[in-house]
Structures are given as C-alpha cells and as structure tokens.
C-alpha cells in the first residue's frame, strides 16, 4: 500500500475497523469458492506440517482475520492432517499494527507475525509461501505523477483521483499502476513455493465503465469538492489541495486480465465477478460517510490536519444526503475473486 494512503486505524467510532463491513462482505460471498479453489488447485508438499500464509494490505482487521481463516480451514479440509501454520500479517509501516495484534482472535490456531513494509516489493523469504491473500489492495498505486499536481502543468488534475474522462490522466496512471502490478506479482511469484495459490478480491471497473460513473467514483468526487470548500473558507491551504491526490487506480476487468496474463508468472484459474449478499454500498447518507472517512479520512488528516478532515467530512455528509438520488443511479462496480497459480 502506498505510504500516502493511511487508514483509519484504532478501534474508535471513525476506525477502519469499525466501518470495513463492505469489504468484509465480499471474502464472505467468496468463501465457497474459495474453498473450491484451495480444494482443486492447491497442490503443495507439506510433509513438514507446515503452511506459511500471507495477508498483503492486511490493515487492522477484522476483515484480515476472517480471510486467514478461511483459507486456514479449507487448508485443513483438503489435506486432512495436523498442520502448523504460521501467518504473516504484511501492510506498510504506518499501518496501525498494534490494534491488529490486540484483536488477534484468541481462539485462533496459528503463529502471527506481523510484516511492515510496502507490497511493491519481495517482503518474505524467497519459496517459502504455500498461500497468499490480498484483499481491497491491489488498486493502490506507489506513486502519483508529478505532472498531476503542478497546477502550471498541462496535465495537472483538478481531481484527487482518476475520474477516466480524460484519456492523457488516464494512459498516465494506466501506465503507473501496469509497473506495480508487475512489481507485485514478481514479489508475490518469488515468496511463492511452486504451485502455491495467490488469492486477489477486490473491486476494479466493468469493461467501458468510468470510475466518476460508480458509488466510488461518486464519493471521491464529493469528497474533493468538500475540499474544496474547506479551502475557500482558509481552513487548508489550496496550492496545498492542488497537490494532494489519492494513489489509487480502478482498472477495467479486461485490462486487469490482460495485465496478470501478461506478467507470466501466474496462471489464471479463477477471475469471477462476486456478488455481495446485499449488493453495492447502501443509499445511507450516513453509512457512505462512515465508510469513506475510514478509508480516506486518514490520508486527508495526515495533509491537512484532524480539524480539518472533521470539517471535510461533515460536508460530505451534508452533500452525499444531497446526491443520493444521483448516487442511486450509479453505475455498479465489479467485484472480484481472482485465484492465481504460481508457474
């Protein structure tokens, strides 16, 4: 995860923790398969007893605890032994682990290790990994382009995400999120043992769908014109604003295949759509506010300050109850469980 993308961490009203019910929900919907993934692609030798699993992007959990387990269980399920696991809880440095490790479920049946550092990287000991997982993490980018935040520059974006309307902002982050991924994945293929499996889910954009045309993509913009607001009144500073973008990217599914198809080092056994038990996000003004201050809320107080975000995101409470008929006719996400086979 980008090191300029900071959740809310603690165990408060406005933690991440507290409001990753969304995402929650998608390894849930994604359990059977998930099972049927481990049951008929994983094909490792654990004579030692052995099983090393990772969490990549794990944040502060519970979501985390619940997709180790599963994958633990089903693990269990197909080899029908008594196995030692141990898991490596990986997310950047300024990720709140001390909450992780509090909420530690004390019934668990493993060793926990936690892991700081960036995913665009090797963070783990070459082929010593039988399963990996990373959930709501691979749409962060390492870097903005400088171009974005210059407002002098021809390519500088008023938005502090990509919107998708214009093809220059676009191909630029495109290209910037093709170099992580491949840094990813050639991570993931070096900590990987042979055929060991790497479990994506996640949300990326239907093929012809821009992300300004989703609940996301609606919420963003709200948030940046809150900002805005906030700037005009000299609460933040705006040359400060102009710079301030979040390091993320949506891809369309096909060029997210493409990408994964085109690193090699993986093959695709399962890339299907996932359907939440109640769908896309709620029409609760206050329910998308929560959710996106956990999510960004962080990322804006570390630029401009707590007050500031408070302020922000009052406003954005405000506009999101103004908005739901529009945000009610967004256009729906895609949902995902990719499962990956190292070569």
Same mark, same amino acid.
């Given at each position: 995860?980008?090191?300029?993308? !900071?959740?809310i ?6 933690? @991440? ?7 929650g ?5 994604? *359990?059977?398969k ?9 094909n490792?030798?654990l004579?030692?007893?052995?099983a090393?699993?990772?969490?990549f ?8 605890f619940?997709?180790i387990?599963?994958i633990?269980d089903a693990?269990?399920? #197909?080899?029908q032994?008594?196995?030692? +696991?141990?898991?490596? +809880?990986n997310d950047?440095s300024?990720n709140?682990f001390?909450s992780l490790f509090?909420?530690l479920?004390p019934t668990?049946k @493993?060793?926990?290790?936690?892991v700081?550092?960036s995913f ?9 990994l039988?399963v990996?997982?990373?959930s709501?993490?691979?749409? +962060?980018v390492s ?8 407002r ?8 502090i995400?990509c !919107?998708?309307?214009?093809k220059k902002?676009?191909?630029?982050y495109?290209d910037? @999120?093709k170099?992580d991924?491949e840094?990813?994945l ?5 900590e /990987?043992m042979?055929s060991g499996?790497l479990?994506?889910?996640g949300?990326?954009l239907p093929n012809g769908?821009?992300?300004?045309e !989703?609940?996301?993509?609606m919420?963003t913009?709200?948030?940046?014109s809150s900002?805005?607001?906030i700037?005009?009144k000299?609460i933040i500073?705006? *040359?400060?604003?102009?710079?301030f ?6 891809a369309?599914v096909?060029? /997210? *295949?493409?990408i994964i198809?085109? &690193?090699?080092c993986? !093959?695709i056994?399962?890339?299907e #759509?996932i359907?939440?038990a ?5 029409l609760?003004?206050?329910?998308l506010t929560l ?5 960004v ?11 500031a975000?408070?302020?922000t +995101? ?5 506009k999101?109850?103004?908005?739901l008929?529009q ?8 949902q995902y469980l990719?499962v990956?086979?190292? &070569?």
């Amino acid at each position: 995860m980008s090191s300029t993308f !900071t959740m809310i961490g603690g165990e408060g009203p406005n933690s @991440y923790r507290q409001h990753s019910k969304y995402q929650g929900a998608l390894v849930e919907a994604a *359990k059977e398969k998930i099972n049927e993934a481990i049951s008929t692609k994983l094909n490792i030798d654990l004579t030692s007893k052995l099983a090393n699993i990772a969490d990549f992007g794990c944040s502060t959990g519970p979501n985390t605890f619940f997709a180790i387990q599963t994958i633990l269980d089903a693990v269990e399920n #197909k080899y029908q032994q008594d196995i030692d +696991f141990q898991v490596f +809880f990986n997310d950047s440095s300024n990720n709140d682990f001390n909450s992780l490790f509090k909420t530690l479920p004390p019934t668990r049946k @493993y060793f926990a290790t936690g892991v700081p550092g960036s995913f665009f990287g090797r963070v783990l000991p070459r082929n010593t990994l039988h399963v990996g997982v990373s959930s709501f993490s691979i749409h +962060f980018v390492s870097m903005i382009p400088k171009e974005f935040k210059n407002r002098d520059s021809p390519l500088w974006n008023k938005d502090i995400y990509c !919107t998708g309307f214009s093809k220059k902002i676009e191909k630029l982050y495109l290209d910037q @999120y093709k170099i992580d991924m491949e840094i990813f994945l050639n991570a993931r293929a070096q900590e /990987l043992m042979s055929s060991g499996l790497l479990l994506l889910l996640g949300g990326c954009l239907p093929n012809g769908v821009k992300m300004s045309e !989703t609940v996301n993509g609606m919420m963003t913009d709200i948030i940046g014109s809150s900002l805005s607001e906030i700037a005009k009144k000299g609460i933040i500073d705006q *040359k400060r604003l102009d710079t301030f973008k979040l390091p993320v990217y949506f891809a369309q599914v096909d060029v /997210l *295949k493409q990408i994964i198809e085109d &690193n090699g080092c993986f !093959t695709i056994e399962v890339f299907e #759509k996932i359907s939440h038990a109640n769908g896309e996000y709620p029409l609760d003004h206050e329910y998308l506010t929560l959710s996106f201050k956990a999510t960004v809320g962080g990322s804006v107080a570390s630029q401009f300050g707590q007050d500031a975000m408070e302020k922000t +995101f009052e406003l954005v409470k405000e506009k999101t109850q103004e908005m739901l008929p529009q945000i009610a006719k967004a256009k729906p996400g895609f949902q995902y469980l990719i499962v990956l086979r190292k &070569n």
